[in-house]
């Protein structure tokens, strides 16, 4: 079964700390995997994106890795700052399946 | 990335009455449109397909009679949720994919119905 799941489910960090996203997926056969930040009550809006040969991509704040192997995924965000509190969306899709399959997502909140 | 809008951003109805929500691709002709559904703390669940110039591909558990979907043109599609009901009432995002493996996402319609 496709599954994604994302850790941990909320999150609370000072202001300027780093933090771990983690998301795990057991999706089949695999094409690729998106981060979204989605803001309270707006649309998601992708950070990044990787795929079966990427490790590693940045996005200012925000580097995400990818392990296919072990079929996981995590988004570090570095020098938090009070805009980065939002819910942070795993989606992996399939290939050729026109299907996307989101994971639950983790709400982080950065406090002063 | 693709523009995708939305309206209207907000909506309050009262139960039974009909909502339409508007869904375009600004910048990208879309074939191939996404409705999903959001509920307060939970994350997106996909709804239905639309597709340019043909029925809907509903998920599960979506009643097509319900929310009837239109995607008349490649740059719009429509939502109109019927007879609405205060269960209804939740965050509504459509998204366009160019590819199939690329989401847009537009910024989303609140519908609360009283």
């Known amino acids: 079964k496709n599954q994604v799941e994302q850790s941990p489910q909320s999150l609370i960090i000072l202001e300027g700390k780093n933090c771990t996203l983690q998301?795990?997926?057991?999706?089949?056969?695999?094409?690729?995997l998106r981060w979204y930040k989605q803001d309270t009550g707006r649309g998601p809006v992708s950070l990044t994106i990787?795929?079966?040969?990427?490790n590693t991509k940045s996005n200012g704040r925000y580097t995400a890795t990818l392990d296919a192997d072990t079929k996981q995924s995590s988004l570090h965000i570095t020098a938090s700052q009070l805009s980065d509190s939002a819910s942070y969306i795993c989606v992996v899709s399939a290939i050729n399946f026109n299907k996307f399959y989101f994971g639950s997502g983790t709400k982080l909140n950065v406090k002063p | 990335g693709a523009v995708v809008s939305q309206h209207p951003s907000r909506v309050i109805c009262k139960s039974g009455t009909s909502v339409k929500i508007e869904c375009r691709s600004l910048?990208?002709?879309?074939?191939?449109m996404f409705w999903y559904r959001q509920f307060p703390k939970q994350s997106l669940m996909l709804m239905a397909t639309?597709?340019?110039?043909?029925?809907?591909?509903?998920e599960q558990g979506v009643e097509k009679d319900k929310f009837l979907i239109n995607h008349a043109s490649l740059t719009l599609s429509t939502l109109t949720v019927t007879s609405a009901h205060p269960e209804d009432s939740s965050f509504y995002i459509c998204s366009v994919g160019p590819g199939t493996d690329t989401q847009y996402f537009g910024p989303g319609t609140r519908l609360t119905v009283l």
């Open positions: 639309s597709n340019e110039g043909s029925k809907a591909t509903y």
């Open positions: 910048d990208f002709q879309a074939t191939t």
């Open positions: 998301c795990n997926y057991t999706v089949s056969p695999f094409s690729n």
């Open positions: 990787m795929t079966f040969s990427e």
